[in-house]
Structure formats: structure tokens, C-alpha cells
């Protein structure tokens, strides 16, 4: 069984200011990681992804994530942070156990990220 | 860019009566989705559809729920006696190949009020 867990529900963070959301994972395979972002009244669009190639891992708007495996983590960052990017923020995990495309993801809680200005 | 359309955006209906949510993927994505997420709480899986059958199921997708891809580009969601507990943004999603490495690009997303 795969599960994720997003350790903060909430991250405030000043415009112009480093933004780190962390994530860890469980799965008994190679898994695949996700981040997501929703914002109010939207659906959910693709930062970035892991699936085995390089650990650091660069997404959209400016965020990367690193796989590390002995942490069993996947944390999201930004170096400078938008008002643009206050939204819901989720850590998602694949590990294809059912083969294929069967599965489907296994999201975080989320984390809210508020933009302070 | 192609993108993921669900209709209704918002569906207001009555406790016991049914409601069908309509998805249309991506033109040529192969496996299609559907997830829910409660207000408040995390995005769950429902069920995964892969050549015209279920591929597979949580333990969320009782016999109250079917899918079916009517014709060639609907994918829905038919819930076939609403309870106050299935109210949930529902979202359907769709990958172009067969793996699960494949990204899952999803729809806006319809909010099913059950009242």
C-alpha cells in the first residue's frame, strides 16, 4: 500500500521569501511522485514530476522537488515566493501496483500556502 | 492545449434521486478516472477505465456507482441513489499512454450538492 503525508497543513510565508513544502512517502515499489496545485475554484494542474530519472526535479513557476529515497521524501520548493502562488499545494504518489495505468493516485492532505505581502 | 471538460460545474440534487456527471478526456488518452474530494478533506481515488471496462475499484465505488463511456469522447459517472454524503467536488482525469508514470491531467472538477 501507498500513502503520502504532507507535513503541514498550513505554510505563511513572506512575498520575495524561500518556500518549502515538505512531503513524505510509503510505497513497496518504485514509486512515481506528483505535486499538484489547486487554486480556489480551479482544478488541479501538474508542478512537476519524479519517475525514476533525475532526483532533483524542476516544475513549473519556478519550483523543483528533490526524491530522496533514504529520506523517503519528496519536498517542494521555491526560492522566491509570488503572491500568485497562494493556492492548496498536494503531494501525490503512483506505484503501479495494480500494473499500468490501473491505480489510481494517492494524494496528501494538501498544504494551504498563504503569500504574505 | 487540450484539456479535461466536465459538465455540469455544480449539481444541486435531492437525497435518493440520481445524478450522471459527464467528463470529456483528452482525445486519445487511454485510461480515465474519476476521484472525489469532500470538502476539507484529501482527493481519493474512485475508479480507473481502461478499453471499455473497469480496471480498477477503491472501496469508496459500491454498487451506487457506475461509469461508462457512451460513445467516443464521454466518460460519466452515474450515481445511481445520492446519499448527503456523496456532496464532494468530483474530478475526472485522463494519461495519454498505459503507465502509471503517465501524468493525469484533470478537469475542472464538478461540486455535487446533495441536499
Known amino acids: 500500500a501507498q500513502s503520502v503525508t504532507q507535513l503541514d497543513s498550513h505554510v505563511s510565508v513572506s512575498e520575495g521569501t524561500p518556500v518549502l513544502l515538505r512531503c513524505n512517502y510509503s510505497?513497496?515499489?518504485?514509486?512515481?511522485l506528483f505535486w499538484y496545485v489547486q487554486h480556489p475554484n480551479k482544478g488541479l494542474q501538474l508542478l512537476l514530476k519524479?519517475?525514476?530519472?533525475?532526483?532533483l526535479v524542476k516544475g513549473i513557476n519556478g519550483f523543483e522537488a528533490e526524491f530522496k529515497k533514504s529520506e523517503t521524501s519528496f519536498h517542494l520548493t521555491k526560492p522566491s515566493a509570488h503572491m500568485s502562488d497562494a493556492a492548496e499545494y498536494f503531494c501525490?504518489?503512483?506505484?503501479?501496483?495494480?500494473?499500468?495505468?490501473?491505480?489510481?493516485?494517492?494524494f496528501g492532505k494538501g498544504t494551504h500556502l498563504i503569500i504574505q505581502p | 492545449e487540450p484539456e479535461v471538460t466536465q459538465t455540469p460545474s455544480h449539481q444541486v440534487t435531492q437525497m435518493g434521486q440520481e445524478v450522471i456527471l459527464r467528463c470529456v478526456p483528452i482525445?486519445?488518452?487511454?485510461?480515465f478516472y474519476w476521484y472525489r474530494q469532500i470538502l476539507g478533506q484529501k482527493v481519493e481515488f474512485l475508479v480507473s477505465?481502461?478499453?471499455?471496462?473497469?480496471?480498477?475499484k477503491s472501496e469508496i465505488f459500491d454498487d451506487q456507482f457506475s461509469v461508462e463511456r457512451p460513445d467516443g469522447s464521454n466518460f460519466t459517472l452515474k450515481i445511481r441513489s445520492t446519499k448527503l454524503e456523496d456532496s464532494a467536488m468530483y474530478f475526472c482525469a485522463s494519461i495519454e499512454g498505459t503507465s502509471f508514470t503517465d501524468t493525469q491531467y484533470f478537469g475542472p472538477g464538478t461540486r455535487l450538492t446533495v441536499l
Open positions: 482525445s486519445n488518452h487511454l485510461y
Open positions: 519524479y519517475t525514476s530519472a533525475a532526483t
Open positions: 501525490v504518489v503512483s506505484d503501479g501496483y495494480s500494473g499500468g495505468g490501473a491505480d489510481g493516485l494517492t
Open positions: 510505497s513497496s515499489y518504485s514509486p512515481s
Open positions: 477505465f481502461y478499453n471499455n471496462e473497469i480496471s480498477e
